[in-house]
């Protein structure tokens, strides 16, 4: 006895005694070594019970000692934030600290009150959900789902957010190698000795494989675990090549894209705080070599999941790698010779082998006879068909299988072996279609679909020489399909021992019960037994997708390492059908669960969305707006002043541009420069205004449409020469409308002359609007005459404002008069300051997005996206005028003809005022001509755009009406939840209608 | 991610820098204004949805910015060729053939 445990053997395995490492579970402290996963350690201190199932809450132990884990599943926790729940409890390294809970039990692991649920399981049988709390139906939302769902699922998440950070890689390769066991290793290393560039990675902390259990094996004359090591560190000196250790391959995408996730701090005692959690690596490789290796089964028979009961490779893992004997007293049930190698070792090792049981009726290999040899009982034909003990497993039934009297025979621990499923998941995610061997009852690579081979194991190669040999080759061959210049490796490795093997079964075995309340289990994590599979079947589930529907086998983190051939066997023979015909369910990345921290990544917080800012926002934010988002855009929504809330901030704001004048940035708007000899005929097709006539210096506003007719855009364009156009668009529209132009230009109209360029980021814009919008900025403006003579609205002049190139124009989107002055981006927040200061005393205010809303409003101006919603025309929106009667072309002619488009009863943009004088509608609401018919009403129409409009001194609105124009003076209502609102249909324009303080 | 050739760069690129831009060859009518309403219909509502190969618009919106035209597989997703705007119809047969090796078989299909 070590004090790592009282089941730890002197001399065995490969950690160091001295290397103690303390941990809690459950509270309680106990010693491992390191190097030891949390299982080994635990079962190091005779600890088997671990956790409770997820259905019947049945006491569950340590299976395996690998990935494929399903019932030793726990809680890790470092502090309050970082506590990870479902973690297998044979990946999960031990450290100094680790503090580790099971789950899914109250009040305690021992004795849990769940556990009712085993002794009313004939209540829970497959299907159960869906057939029960089937009446009454209310019950199921105010009943039956909370108290499912607080029962439900395992771990507990952390509440707090995730402290850590992780990070990404993006890498190319040659040769991917997914696996690093002798095959992967093998492969590894020809292709790097070839000279391709080669990731190499394993999920494990270090390389091996089966290599870790496999004691017999020798590659090099050398310990195959040694061979092993040196091997990874021959690689890891390599220029060409990358080795990644505790990095799974989860998840194979198109064209050899394949996700790496990689653990950097978890198996760390004071990880250092700039490390991240983990790494994610999104790797393109030019080849893949899948060297996975294989799972091994387990025996389907009752109560199978007893703690104690255990895979025969992982008690030979925690032997020989961990030097702990999984039991003092051993039994070992199996179908194959793999599990004969496991009690030779154990019984060398000094544990007590009562019998080895094996199901096969002469099984007849060298293993046998050593076996035998060493004084072990073996039991040919025979069956275990149950185990007894409740919290550790204490004795096997034993039986001939085909019938025959039963012998109990007290265990501590029981090993099986059904035999090794080679792990297609990799080749199967690539889409690569799998294939049933008849001769070895197993699922292997049958048509590839992508640039990639499977070697040893996984692809169905028995033995180590065997498995040696394909690998090599396989590397090879990579480097020399990835690279032409690949020379010839010259690997080669000797190899000695190295079990083959062979024999197995799949399915139930005897006593795994067909109608008794038996509890044989086929998935541990699902709590699916052999008896649901048939009842499956039974009630009518035909296909195995139905079936693992049904019962939920071979679902969550399983994803078909060990249900899957069972399930698929018992259904086989339920429906009497072989196997082949029935099919194999899909399986999915990914491999093993996978953080959402690796696949978030850096993408979250501040980096989830860039987020856009004006030159001018740092001004904005000291003079105290409160900003909006306009997609990424933060615009600055209204400046409240002390004691104002937003509506008083807007009413001050709308009323001081009217009276004084204020300033907006505006700088969001698209703007895109159009250049070149067929620079007006382009706009001409684009937009429905005509444009060929419009005047060097001049503006206009235009519409631009979709082939159908609808508005897609809007914006004012200038002229700046002949052949070079200012186009502005809306600030949400930028991106898309530069699309539609190329689209255009480049497909459509390929022999225009014409070249585009998005100049949105380039010219900060400052709008500044209202009666003395003109004596603010004149002081600082150079070489243009701003006199309403030589420089009325809808003009445009270049020249230079505060001392830096601008192009100022002269339009309104408040109907005030007013300029927008465009300055390099990096000069806007100069002349931003230098305007403000200088207006500020003047009276002017600087206003927000909400003030322009209702200025515009106030004008009838339309916001497209707001007052358009794709379905809205020109005419609709009541700018006939905008659209070239003489033109005859432009992008949405056609459109504008079809049918429905002039048609009469189609909805139009007015005006509506408020009968009563105060209410502001809500956007969005529905209008109907009569509130008194029956419910559904008719509706006719909705409010697009509604404000206080201070100006006004009473509320204004825009809708989308039927035949609105038809309509003015009528009376329509809103019909709200408490009321019914009456307006008065009007046209759109509220405020100086004749449109004189433009020009002023 | 899939990777796409780009006939302008004349390289694969990840699709992140490229977005997809609805079906291929349908050329605006140059009398457009003139056209019945079933020609218009015909040009910019119906579109093909085949399962197999299909024709399509690309635009490697965030690399050279230019629209190509491609050929992909509905079902595998796979791109069978990629070809500049005004170029025609590639033939099929010759670029499936080309692009279409003989599956690898594994040691499962004997």
Same mark, same amino acid.
């Not at chain 1, 390389?207 to 496999?214: K, P, Q, R, V, Y």
């Not at chain 2, 910015?65 to 099929?92: C, H, I, Q, W």
């Given at each position: 006895?070590?004090?790592?445990?009282?089941?730890?053997?002197?001399?065995?395995?490969?950690?160091?005694?001295?290397?103690?490492?303390?941990?809690?579970?459950?509270?309680?402290?106990?010693?491992?070594?390191?190097?030891?996963?949390?299982?080994?350690?635990?079962?190091?201190?005779?600890?088997?019970?671990?956790?409770?199932?997820?259905?019947?809450?049945?006491?569950?132990?340590?299976?395996?000692?690998?990935?494929?884990?399903?019932?030793?599943?726990?809680?890790?926790?470092?502090?309050?934030?970082?506590?990870?729940?479902?973690?297998?409890?044979?990946?999960?390294?031990?450290?100094?600290?680790?503090?580790?809970?099971?789950?899914?039990?109250?009040?305690?692991?021992?004795?849990?009150?769940? #556990?009712?649920?085993?002794?009313?399981?004939?209540?829970?049988?497959?299907?159960?959900?869906?057939?029960?709390?089937?009446?009454?139906?209310?019950?199921?939302?105010?009943?039956?789902?909370?108290?499912?769902?607080?029962?439900?699922?395992?771990?507990?998440?952390?509440?707090?957010?995730?402290?850590?950070?992780?990070?990404?890689?993006?890498?190319?390769?040659?040769?991917?190698?997914?696996?690093?066991?002798?095959?992967?290793?093998?492969?590894?290393?020809?292709?790097?000795?070839?000279?391709?560039?080669?990731?190499?990675?394993?999920?494990?902390?270090?390389?091996?494989?089966?290599?870790? *259990?496999?004691?017999?094996?020798?590659?090099?004359?050398?310990?195959?675990?040694?061979?092993?090591?040196?091997?990874?560190?021959?690689?890891?000196?390599?220029?060409?090549?990358?080795?990644?250790?505790?990095?799974?391959?989860?998840?194979?995408?198109?064209?050899?894209?394949?996700?790496?996730?990689?653990?950097?701090?978890?198996?760390?005692?004071?990880?250092?705080?700039?490390?991240?959690?983990?790494?994610?690596?999104?790797?393109?490789?030019?080849?893949?070599?899948?060297?996975?290796?294989?799972?091994?089964?387990?025996?389907? *028979?009752?109560?199978?999941?007893?703690?104690?009961?255990?895979?025969?490779?992982?008690?030979?893992?925690?032997?020989?790698?961990?030097?702990?004997?999984?039991?003092?007293?051993?039994?070992?049930?199996?179908?194959?010779?793999?599990?004969?190698?496991?009690?030779?070792?154990?019984?060398?090792?000094?544990?007590?082998?009562?019998?080895?049981?094996?199901?096969?009726?002469?099984?007849?290999?060298?293993?046998?006879?050593?076996?035998?040899?060493?004084?072990?009982?073996?039991?040919?034909?025979?069956?275990?068909?149950?185990?007894?003990?409740?919290?550790?497993?204490?004795?096997?039934?034993?039986?001939?299988?085909?019938?025959?009297?039963?012998?109990?025979?007290?265990?501590?621990?029981?090993?099986?072996?059904?035999?090794?499923?080679?792990?297609?998941?990799?080749?199967?995610?690539?889409?690569?279609?799998?294939?049933?061997?008849?001769?070895?009852?197993?699922?292997?690579?049958?048509?590839?679909?992508?640039?990639?081979?499977?070697?040893?194991?996984?692809?169905?190669?028995?033995?180590?020489?065997?498995?040696?040999?394909?690998?090599?080759?396989?590397?090879?061959?990579?480097?020399?399909?990835?690279?032409?210049?690949?020379?010839?490796?010259?690997?080669?490795?000797?190899?000695?021992?190295?079990?083959?093997?062979?024999?197995?079964?799949?399915?139930?075995?005897?006593?795994?019960?067909?109608?008794?309340?038996?509890?044989?289990?086929?998935?541990?994590?699902?709590?699916?037994?052999?008896?649901?599979?048939?009842?499956?079947?039974?009630?009518?589930?035909?296909?195995?997708?139905?079936?693992?529907?049904?019962?939920?086998?071979?679902?969550?983190?399983?994803?078909?390492?060990?249900?899957?051939?069972?399930?698929?066997?018992?259904?086989?023979? #339920?429906?009497?059908?072989?196997?082949?015909?029935?099919?194999?369910?899909?399986?999915?990345?990914?491999?093993?669960?996978?953080?959402?921290?690796?696949?978030?990544?850096?993408?979250?917080?501040?980096?989830?969305?860039?987020?856009?800012?004006?030159?001018?926002?740092?001004?904005?934010?000291?003079?105290?707006?409160?900003?909006?988002?306009?997609?990424?855009?933060?615009?600055?929504?209204?400046?409240?002043?002390?004691?104002?809330?937003?509506?008083?901030?807007?009413?001050?704001?709308?009323?001081?541009?009217?009276?004084?004048?204020?300033?907006?940035?505006?700088?969001?708007?698209?703007?895109?420069?159009?250049?070149?000899?067929?620079?007006?005929?382009?706009?001409?097709?684009?937009?429905?205004?005509?444009?060929?006539?419009?005047?060097?210096?001049?503006?206009?506003?235009?519409?631009?449409?979709?082939?159908?007719?609808?508005?897609?855009?809007?914006?004012?364009?200038?002229?700046?020469?002949?052949?070079? *156009?200012?186009?502005?668009?809306?600030?949400?529209?930028?991106?898309?409308?530069?699309?539609?132009?190329?689209?255009?230009?480049?497909?459509?109209?390929?022999?225009?002359?014409?070249?585009?360029?998005?100049?949105?980021?380039?010219?900060?814009?400052?709008?500044?609007?209202?009666?003395?919008?003109?004596?603010?900025?004149?002081?600082?403006?150079?070489?243009?005459?701003?006199?309403?003579?030589?420089?009325?609205?809808?003009?445009?002049?270049?020249?230079?404002?505060?001392?830096?190139?601008?192009?100022?124009?002269?339009?309104?989107?408040?109907?005030?008069?007013?300029?927008?002055?465009?300055?390099?981006?990096?000069?806007?927040?100069?002349?931003?300051?230098?305007?403000?200061?200088?207006?500020?005393?003047?009276?002017?205010?600087?206003?927000?997005?909400?003030?322009?809303?209702?200025?515009?409003?106030?004008?009838?101006?339309?916001?497209?996206?707001?007052?358009?919603?794709?379905?809205?025309?020109?005419?609709?929106?009541?700018?006939?005028?905008?659209?070239?009667?003489?033109?005859?072309?432009?992008?949405?002619?056609?459109?504008?003809?079809?049918?429905?488009?002039?048609?009469?009863?189609?909805?139009?943009?007015?005006?509506?005022?408020?009968?009563?004088?105060?209410?502001?509608?809500?956007?969005?609401?529905?209008?109907?001509?009569?509130?008194?018919?029956?419910?559904?009403?008719?509706?006719?129409?909705?409010?697009?755009?509604?404000?206080?409009?201070?100006?006004?001194?009473?509320?204004?609105?825009?809708?989308?009406?039927?035949?609105?124009?038809?309509?003015?003076?009528?009376?329509?209502?809103?019909?709200?939840?408490?009321?019914?609102?009456?307006?008065?249909?009007?046209?759109?324009?509220?405020?100086?209608?004749?449109?004189?303080?433009?020009?002023? | 991610?899939?990777?796409?050739?780009?006939?302008?760069?004349?390289?694969?690129?990840?699709?992140?820098?490229?977005?997809?831009?609805?079906?291929?060859?349908?050329?605006?009518?140059?009398?457009?204004?003139?056209?019945?309403?079933?020609?218009?219909?015909?040009?910019?509502?119906?579109?093909?949805?085949?399962?197999?190969?299909?024709?399509?618009?690309?635009?490697?919106?965030?690399?050279?910015?230019?629209?190509?035209?491609?050929?992909?597989?509905?079902?595998?997703?796979?791109?069978?060729?990629?070809?500049?705007?005004?170029?025609?119809?590639?033939?099929?047969?010759?670029?499936?053939?080309?692009?279409?090796?003989?599956?690898?078989?594994?040691?499962?299909?004997?």
């Amino acid at each position: 006895m070590t004090t790592a445990g009282t089941n730890r053997i002197a001399g065995k395995g490969r950690l160091t005694p001295a290397n103690t490492v303390r941990f809690t579970f459950d509270g309680k402290s106990y010693t491992g070594l390191e190097g030891d996963t949390l299982a080994a350690a635990l079962i190091a201190n005779d600890v088997h019970l671990v956790g409770r199932s997820f259905k019947y809450h049945r006491p569950r132990g340590i299976l395996s000692a690998g990935p494929e884990e399903p019932s030793a599943l726990v809680g890790v926790r470092r502090d309050a934030a970082r506590q990870t729940p479902n973690i297998r409890a044979t990946v999960q390294e031990i450290h100094d600290g680790l503090d580790a809970v099971s789950q899914n039990r109250w009040p305690s692991l021992a004795f849990d009150i769940g #556990a009712v649920n085993d002794i009313g399981s004939p209540l829970f049988s497959a299907g159960f959900y869906y057939k029960t709390f089937m009446w009454p139906k209310v019950a199921w939302k105010h009943v039956y789902e909370p108290v499912i769902r607080n029962a439900a699922g395992l771990g507990t998440a952390p509440e707090e957010p995730d402290p850590d950070h992780y990070a990404g890689r993006y890498a190319h390769c040659d040769v991917l190698v997914i696996g690093g066991g002798a095959a992967g290793l093998s492969a590894a290393l020809a292709a790097a000795e070839s000279g391709a560039q080669v990731i190499l990675c394993d999920e494990k902390p270090s390389f091996g494989g089966a290599l870790w *259990f496999e004691e017999e094996a020798r590659l090099d004359g050398m310990d195959g675990y040694e061979w092993a090591q040196q091997t990874t560190d021959r690689l890891a000196v390599m220029d060409n090549v990358r080795v990644l250790s505790r990095t799974t391959a989860f998840g194979y995408y198109a064209q050899n894209f394949v996700g790496l996730v990689e653990r950097v701090t978890d198996h760390l005692a004071a990880p250092e705080a700039d490390m991240p959690r983990e790494r994610l690596w999104q790797v393109r490789a030019k080849r893949v070599i899948i060297a996975a290796g294989a799972i091994e089964r387990h025996m389907v *028979f009752a109560n199978n999941d007893r703690p104690g009961i255990m895979l025969a490779a992982a008690a030979r893992t925690y032997l020989n790698h961990h030097g702990v004997a999984v039991g003092r007293k051993v039994g070992v049930y199996t179908a194959n010779d793999s599990a004969y190698a496991a009690a030779i070792d154990l019984k060398k090792a000094g544990s007590d082998i009562p019998a080895i049981v094996d199901i096969r009726d002469n099984p007849d290999s060298v293993v046998v006879e050593e076996a035998k040899a060493l004084g072990i009982r073996v039991l040919t034909g025979h069956a275990v068909t149950g185990a007894g003990g409740k919290l550790r497993v204490a004795s096997m039934s034993v039986e001939p299988k085909n019938g025959g009297s039963a012998e109990v025979i007290p265990v501590d621990a029981l090993l099986m072996s059904a035999g090794w499923t080679p792990s297609v998941h990799m080749f199967s995610q690539s889409r690569g279609k799998v294939a049933w061997d008849e001769e070895s009852q197993r699922f292997l690579p049958g048509t590839y679909a992508q640039d990639c081979v499977s070697v040893g194991a996984c692809n169905g190669t028995d033995g180590l020489a065997e498995t040696v040999a394909e690998a090599l080759d396989a590397g090879e061959r990579a480097a020399k399909e990835a690279r032409a210049k690949a020379k010839k490796s010259g690997v080669k490795i000797k190899t000695e021992g190295g079990g083959k093997w062979a024999g197995g079964m799949i399915g139930a075995g005897p006593g795994a019960g067909a109608g008794k309340v038996v509890k044989a289990f086929v998935d541990y994590q699902n709590d699916v037994t052999a008896k649901d599979i048939r009842l499956a079947v039974q009630e009518g589930m035909h296909s195995i997708e139905h079936v693992k529907r049904f019962t939920t086998n071979g679902m969550a983190t399983d994803q078909g390492k060990l249900s899957n051939l069972h399930g698929l066997a018992i259904a086989a023979e #339920a429906l009497d059908r072989p196997i082949p015909k029935v099919g194999l369910t899909t399986f999915r990345p990914p491999y093993t669960p996978t953080t959402f921290g690796a696949i978030v990544n850096h993408a979250r917080g501040k980096l989830f969305d860039p987020m856009r800012c004006t030159p001018m926002h740092a001004s904005e934010e000291a003079a105290g707006a409160v900003f909006e988002d306009v997609g990424q855009w933060k615009r600055a929504w209204y400046y409240p002043r002390p004691g104002e809330d937003m509506h008083a901030a807007v009413n001050r704001e709308c009323r001081t541009v009217r009276e004084v004048a204020g300033m907006f940035d505006a700088t969001t708007l698209g703007k895109i420069e159009v250049i070149g000899p067929d620079a007006a005929k382009f706009l001409d097709l684009l937009y429905t205004n005509p444009f060929m006539k419009l005047g060097v210096g001049k503006l206009r506003y235009g519409i631009m449409c979709r082939e159908d007719g609808f508005i897609y855009d809007d914006g004012v364009v200038g002229r700046i020469a002949e052949d070079r *156009f200012h186009v502005t668009t809306t600030t949400g529209g930028a991106p898309r409308v530069m699309n539609h132009m190329e689209d255009y230009l480049q497909t459509e109209f390929p022999d225009l002359k014409v070249w585009l360029t998005s100049t949105s980021e380039q010219w900060a814009v400052i709008a500044v609007q209202g009666p003395k919008s003109r004596e603010i900025i004149a002081p600082f403006v150079e070489g243009i005459d701003l006199s309403s003579e030589a420089f009325p609205h809808m003009s445009m002049a270049e020249g230079k404002v505060c001392g830096v190139p601008a192009r100022v124009f002269r339009m309104s989107f408040t109907g005030e008069a007013g300029f927008e002055i465009n300055v390099p981006a990096d000069y806007g927040r100069m002349v931003w300051d230098t305007l403000h200061e200088h207006g500020k005393p003047m009276g002017m205010c600087l206003y927000g997005t909400e003030t322009m809303h209702v200025l515009r409003a106030e004008k009838g101006y339309i916001i497209v996206g707001q007052d358009t919603d794709g379905t809205v025309t020109p005419h609709d929106a009541g700018l006939s005028w905008a659209v070239g009667k003489k033109k005859t072309d432009f992008v949405g002619i056609r459109g504008l003809m079809r049918p429905d488009i002039v048609a009469k009863g189609r909805r139009q943009l007015v005006g509506l005022k408020v009968k009563d004088g105060r209410t502001v509608l809500e956007e969005g609401a529905q209008i109907v001509a009569d509130p008194k018919q029956a419910v559904p009403m008719t509706m006719i129409g909705w409010v697009s755009s509604s404000y206080w409009s201070e100006n006004c001194g009473r509320p204004i609105a825009m809708a989308l009406v039927e035949d609105g124009f038809e309509r003015m003076g009528d009376t329509l209502y809103v019909p709200m939840p408490d009321r019914v609102i009456e307006v008065e249909v009007t046209n759109t324009v509220f405020f100086d209608e004749e449109g004189g303080r433009l020009h002023g | 991610m899939l990777l796409i050739h780009c006939p302008y760069c004349e390289e694969e690129r990840p699709e992140l820098e490229f977005r997809h831009a609805g079906e291929a060859h349908i050329a605006r009518p140059a009398d457009i204004a003139s056209i019945s309403d079933e020609d218009f219909a015909q040009y910019f509502f119906y579109r093909d949805n085949p399962k197999g190969l299909t024709f399509e618009r690309w635009r490697h919106i965030h690399g050279c910015a230019r629209f190509f035209n491609a050929v992909r597989d509905t079902v595998s997703d796979k791109f069978v060729t990629t070809y500049k705007t005004g170029e025609p119809k590639p033939d099929l047969a010759e670029a499936a053939n080309e692009n279409k090796p003989q599956a690898k078989k594994g040691r499962g299909s004997k």
